[in-house]
């Protein structure tokens, strides 16, 4: 049974997210007449429910443990319940509210539920659970997927009436109450797969269920509903003594925490969201639950609608032949009705003719049916929050839960705006956008692309925020400050650029000055190169968005300095791995002191010129400066051709030689297509080289090329059969262009061999 104390109490065990669970539990409800509702949640969080009424699912409360200002204080925990409009808790406080019932959560308080620092998550709760309750059911109903057995057996039930042909005109007959099957079948679970006592914070949540029970009864409330997980229903139907409970309950770990309202969204309540008490396909569940009848039909007019949308030619025929292939196939699997696969199968094979892609467009737009929940403004809030708001309107910025893009142009005072709170926000690890490179824009642009979504979880992050400031400026201010106090050299530049895009200028002076100080103790020379570019960068960035870039700039410059001094013995004998990646921080350097300029990028070049000629420098490294010298125009091709025949030369060791010849073309086949001087270095070289030695560096030269795409070694062969080609003529009388003088052929001398190769081929001589 599922009612106890004489008809007084009765237990309602549900799937947290269900449509038949739902719709169940409000017949149940309204049959009963409850005067207090009891449902599954943190105890704490009671005063939130006088706001049931003008919040907007799907919303989640969200429970949060501030941990003290400091990134090294510990953790700051939070947890969401996560409440959808056909989550059967969702309904039981709707009914509460509107017939006026007293209603109260009856779990264990979030206090304590984030002071747990293990086990899994029931609806946002920790929970150690021994095993799949669904899955004996499953088995001994002969299905392999417990998913599918409970919506066949649970959530299906009341839809039967809207299957049938005249489902308005027939009465309306109520599907009787499945909450005692329900209960005593979870008995049977427990008792077979968890004969012992439960995981102590489990039995301490159903003790904790069972004395809001007991309150409720002194209370001298007349009906009482508890709804709450199947799991928990067998353990509300026992009644140990009340001694015993409150022995569990005493001495639990507590934290201090705070409760509210936040919206929430349909993928977040995805199973694959990673949320422990999920479901597959919320958009198919909110449709099910708010269909008012033909859930089916009216499910593949949807699709129907939405191809046609994108240009498809679909019929109303389409969508009735869809309906009886749901049916045929429900039928040949033993379904009570067609469910979700049946419906993705029919629109896959009928409404998209087949189309795998067409189908899947359609189900990501329906499975999920992306939703943001709303909340009022009376839901308290931190200032942080408050304040982000206020940004958001006066931005023109809404947090939508589905992703866009965003083009800022910084010479605008809005795109400048806009920028600088995603950048603060990002400061407070709080990513409502995300910065998308853009290949074809140079450093430096006047645009910043970003793409921007509002995740629910984001909202807990804000909250976690708010321990730094009560607004968006000060709190990216404070948190800046934190993290420099603990950064290395490479970390601090990088904040230095962080700050000058979030505009956080008082933050930027801390920044640098902690720069100068490491920097001027710094005796590692790949630190400092690794921390170069970033302040480069962030000196440019300064001029596009008018802020001063003088410090910057001045940092930078002594950074550079110290890396010219010490570059030398930093790029003598490395490994093969370390030449790599010095190879690539040399190059993102000589990038940096070209932005800087002045007297630090000609000591760069002095240094380059000083790096050709020492020995022991990686091959990789070494051809890699004399490209840049190249490029530069600071070593003549001359000497170049000369040194680049001696790196490769029988003499040299294979390996860096083969490294040299790739760090001198850098692996980038398109810069030997387009840079003709380049390219006619290379081949004067090669044509210089004798039989034996072209068959040396052959190998080489193989293992470089191999790395270009097939469409750049193409093009590069295209381009080598021009070099040194004059303008072309076409001869009096012939059909093409005359190619003799260019291809150094003589075509009278050649007639006779072409007509004998043309004669042991078969072919005519014309």
């Known amino acids: 049974m599922n009612t106890t104390d004489s008809g007084r109490v009765r237990v309602l065990g549900v799937r947290h997210h269900g449509p038949g669970s739902a719709r169940a539990v409000r017949t149940e409800l309204e049959d009963f007449a409850p005067d207090a509702v009891l449902v599954e949640g943190p105890s704490d969080a009671d005063p939130l429910l006088s706001l049931v009424g003008g919040l907007e699912p799907p919303v989640a409360l969200l429970a949060h443990a501030p941990g003290a200002r400091g990134a090294r204080s510990g953790p700051r925990r939070s947890a969401f319940w996560p409440f959808a409009s056909f989550s059967p808790e969702w309904q039981a406080l709707l009914y509460a509210h509107e017939h006026g019932c007293d209603v109260r959560f009856c779990d264990l308080p979030a206090s304590v539920s984030l002071a747990v620092e293990d086990g899994g998550s029931d609806g946002g709760a920790p929970l150690a659970r021994p095993a799949d309750p669904l899955a004996e059911l499953a088995a001994a109903a002969g299905y392999d997927d417990a998913e599918r057995w409970w919506d066949d057996t649970i959530e299906h039930r009341g839809r039967e009436r809207d299957h049938l042909p005249n489902a308005r005109s027939a009465p309306a007959l109520a599907p009787p109450s499945p909450f005692a099957a329900i209960a005593e079948a979870m008995t049977e679970v427990r008792a077979r797969t968890?004969?012992?006592?439960?995981?102590?914070?489990?039995?301490?949540?159903?003790?904790?269920?069972?004395?809001?029970?007991?309150?409720?009864?002194?209370?001298?409330?007349?009906?009482?509903?508890?709804?709450?997980?199947?799991?928990?229903?067998?353990?509300?139907?026992?009644?140990?003594?009340?001694?015993?409970?409150?022995?569990?309950?005493?001495?639990?770990?507590?934290?201090?925490?705070?409760?509210?309202?936040?919206?929430?969204?349909?993928?977040?309540?995805?199973?694959?969201?990673?949320?422990?008490?999920?479901?597959?396909?919320?958009?198919?569940?909110?449709?099910?639950?708010?269909?008012?009848?033909?859930?089916?039909?009216?499910?593949?007019?949807?699709?129907?609608?939405?191809?046609?949308?994108?240009?498809?030619?679909?019929?109303?025929?389409?969508?009735?032949?869809?309906?009886?292939?749901?049916?045929?196939?429900?039928?040949?699997?033993?379904?009570?009705?067609?469910?979700?696969?049946?419906?993705?199968?029919?629109?896959?094979?009928?409404?998209?003719?087949?189309?795998?892609?067409?189908?899947?467009?359609?189900?990501?737009?329906?499975?999920?049916?992306?939703?943001?929940?709303?909340?009022?403004?009376?839901?308290?809030?931190?200032?942080?929050?408050?304040?982000l708001e206020a940004h958001q309107r006066r931005l023109r910025l809404r947090p939508d839960a589905e992703p866009r893009d965003l083009d800022l142009d910084l010479r605008e005072e809005n795109g400048r705006a806009r920028s600088a709170l995603l950048h603060r926000l990002r400061m407070l690890e709080v990513d409502w956008g995300v910065p998308v490179a853009d290949p074809v824009r140079v450093l430096g642009s006047f645009h910043e692309r970003w793409r921007v979504a509002w995740y629910p979880e984001l909202e807990a992050a804000v909250v976690d925020a708010s321990v730094w400031g009560s607004d968006v400026a000060s709190a990216a201010d404070a948190r800046t400050r934190d993290r420099a106090a603990h950064a290395d050299l490479t970390g601090l530049t990088t904040l230095a650029e962080h700050c000058l895009k979030a505009g956080l200028d008082s933050a930027l002076e801390a920044v640098l000055d902690r720069a100068s100080a490491r920097a001027a103790h710094a005796s590692d020379t790949a630190a400092l190169m690794d921390a170069v570019p970033p302040l480069a960068r962030a000196a440019r960035y300064g001029d596009v968005r008018g802020t001063a870039s003088a410090p910057l700039r001045r940092v930078a410059a002594m950074l550079l300095d110290r890396v010219c001094a010490g570059i030398g013995p930093a790029v003598t004998n490395l490994s093969e791995e370390a030449a790599e990646e010095m190879c690539g921080a040399v190059e993102a350097v000589h990038r940096s002191a070209v932005l800087i300029g002045g007297a630090s990028e000609r000591s760069w070049w002095d240094a380059l010129v000083r790096l050709s000629t020492r020995s022991g420098v990686p091959g990789l490294v070494a051809g890699r400066v004399h490209r840049l010298l190249r490029d530069g125009g600071r070593l003549g091709d001359g000497e170049l051709l000369r040194r680049l025949s001696r790196a490769a030369s029988r003499g040299s060791e294979p390996q860096r030689a083969a490294a040299w010849i790739a760090g001198f073309l850098g692996g980038e086949g398109q810069v030997l297509v387009h840079d003709e001087g380049l390219l006619r270095l290379v081949d004067t070289w090669l044509c210089a080289l004798d039989g034996e030695s072209f068959g040396a560096v052959l190998p080489l030269l193989r293992r470089t090329f191999g790395g270009f795409s097939n469409g750049e070694r193409r093009a590069i062969a295209r381009k080598v059969r021009t070099l040194g080609v004059g303008p072309r003529t076409a001869s009096p009388g012939s059909e093409g262009p005359e190619e003799s003088e260019a291809s150094g052929v003589d075509l009278d001398r050649a007639a006779g061999a072409v007509a004998t190769a043309a004669l042991l081929l078969g072919r005519e001589e014309g």
């Open 194 to 387: 968890a004969p012992g006592p439960p995981p102590l914070h489990e039995a301490r949540r159903e003790a904790h269920m069972r004395r809001a029970v007991r309150s409720a009864l002194r209370a001298g409330h007349a009906r009482i509903a508890v709804v709450c997980g199947a799991w928990h229903v067998p353990a509300l139907l026992q009644r140990p003594k009340a001694a015993e409970d409150a022995a569990l309950l005493r001495r639990m770990p507590r934290v201090a925490a705070e409760t509210t309202w936040i919206p929430w969204s349909h993928g977040r309540l995805s199973a694959s969201s990673g949320y422990g008490a999920g479901v597959r396909a919320p958009g198919w569940y909110h449709h099910l639950f708010s269909a008012p009848d033909r859930p089916l039909e009216r499910w593949l007019s949807e699709a129907a609608r939405l191809l046609r949308a994108e240009g498809e030619h679909v019929s109303t025929a389409h969508v009735i032949e869809g309906v009886r292939l749901c049916e045929a196939l429900a039928a040949l699997r033993g379904r009570p009705l067609p469910g979700l696969d049946e419906a993705g199968e029919a629109v896959a094979s009928v409404l998209c003719e087949g189309s795998a892609l067409k189908a899947e467009r359609v189900r990501a737009a329906m499975e999920t049916a992306e939703r943001l929940g709303r909340v009022p403004p009376s839901v308290p809030k931190v200032p942080l929050q408050k304040d």
